[in-house]
């Protein structure tokens, strides 16, 4: 547990370093939506929040995203925000902005640190991942470079380069999230999580996705994810497990794991 | 999920087929140190209890033994009683008994049909398995055969090989409980069982042990493993969780991977 990376804010660790850190999803259509998911979601006290924002309605409006990221900043106090607009072909929804759109979208974001965290998927066009890792530099917001895979988990190996090519294309966190068809895929992707956080000098999440992996969103955290999706009010992925039901699990998981350090 | 063999007792499943069952072992010293452990334990509603007689003073006196065990039979009600005395080569307690004298005892406990299931270490002379494994037939007595290893988790082949052995010795149920070192070794025990589950005809339970193989304690059951230990009053091995503690993160788990099936 002790040399699992944490992941950085403005040159602190989330939440004082809090392992794992749980983060709800966002995944209202319109403002009002967002904001009510909002209010249901803050006393359930998650870590981190993420935006999704390929389900807002107005995606294609850059003046309404930014203004409604700041909205959710102001509504949700301290808590770190990720903005995410998940293209289609890795889980999220169809919209009107190609990746290169997107790309400019996330910049936008930067520019107006309308959001602590950005996610961009490390498949997208070299040009388009290093213009937002120079937008994100430069406004000292955290870079996640994901990849996810909803149909198959591949070897451990073929993770492991993943989350390696995520660093090397300038990450500050590497996520990888796979759908496992086996129970075996689901200890893969553990497996090459506990060698990936060995081998990168940046924080790592992962997990294995549906019902046949939703124990990794409880068990991963000793593996080396530093951070676990949970149900606020509504899932943004398969797998995903009410906040309470996840706090629970990992307090018990951790009391028994903890006595060996 | 479906294909996890369930322990039958006399032809049927234990506690109708709950999966997994969990077991609190008792490690009292004297009749009434037992028996106040059942009193205590009793509430927490165990699905099995493990007598550790290897724990009881008067191990070496068959009269009190025997006597014991049917006092406990008779405090427990309808609760299966696993007969064990782990040998101190497998983490047992240190006793006056050599290896025959206790498959001499566990023959004795099985006539006098004192316990539901017996515990017996497949690494003992192959003539006492035998001696051991007849008894419990003639006696509709279901027995483990089990291997413990406190120092270090074999590979997953020697892991297979393991439960491979312990059904063809005879056994009902296979167990096995090794020591991780690193959290690999806690996945290679979780592989070998899904791959015992897949191999073997008999039921079968695994755990990984110590802190770092808690968790194996939790979501063994996914992989197959049908029983799990968890302290009740004492624990009768490192890693073992609070009865309360465990049951609440089973339900999670479930709930969360239940919607697979």
Tied chains: 1, 2.
Excluded at 102 to 110: F, H, K, P, Q, T
Excluded at 123 to 144: F, K
Excluded at 213 to 237: K, N
């Amino acid at each position: 547990m002790n040399d699992t990376k944490r992941i950085m804010v403005r040159g602190a660790p989330i939440a004082s370093g809090r392992h794992p850190l749980v983060c709800t999803p966002l995944v209202g259509g319109s403002v009002d939506d967002i904001l009510r998911e909002v209010a249901a979601v803050l006393p359930k006290r998650p870590d981190v929040v993420e935006w999704r924002a390929d389900y807002f309605g107005q995606i294609a409006d850059r003046e309404a995203v930014i203004d409604t990221a700041l909205r959710i900043r102001d509504a949700v106090g301290g808590i770190p925000v990720i903005f995410t607009c998940r293209s289609a072909r890795e889980g999220g929804q169809r919209i009107a902005l190609a990746a290169s759109g997107v790309a400019e979208l996330l910049g936008d974001v930067c520019g107006a640190r309308a959001a602590d965290l950005v996610d961009f998927e490390l498949a997208n066009a070299a040009g388009d991942v290093e213009r937002v890792r120079d937008a994100a530099r430069q406004n000292g917001v955290t870079l996640i470079l994901s990849h996810h895979d909803f149909a198959a988990t591949p070897g451990a190996e073929a993770l492991l380069d993943t989350f390696r090519a995520a660093e090397r294309a300038g990450g500050d966190v590497a996520k990888v999230a796979v759908m496992p068809r086996t129970l075996e895929d689901v200890l893969t992707l553990l497996s090459a999580t506990l060698a990936a956080r060995a081998a990168l000098s940046i924080p790592l999440l992962s997990m294995s996705m549906g019902p046949l992996g939703s124990i990794t969103r409880m068990v991963g955290w000793a593996f080396g994810s530093t951070l676990t999706f949970a149900v606020g009010q509504s899932s943004s992925a398969p797998g995903q497990i009410p906040i309470e039901d996840l706090r629970t699990a990992l307090a018990i998981a951790q009391r028994a794991f903890g006595a060996e350090r």
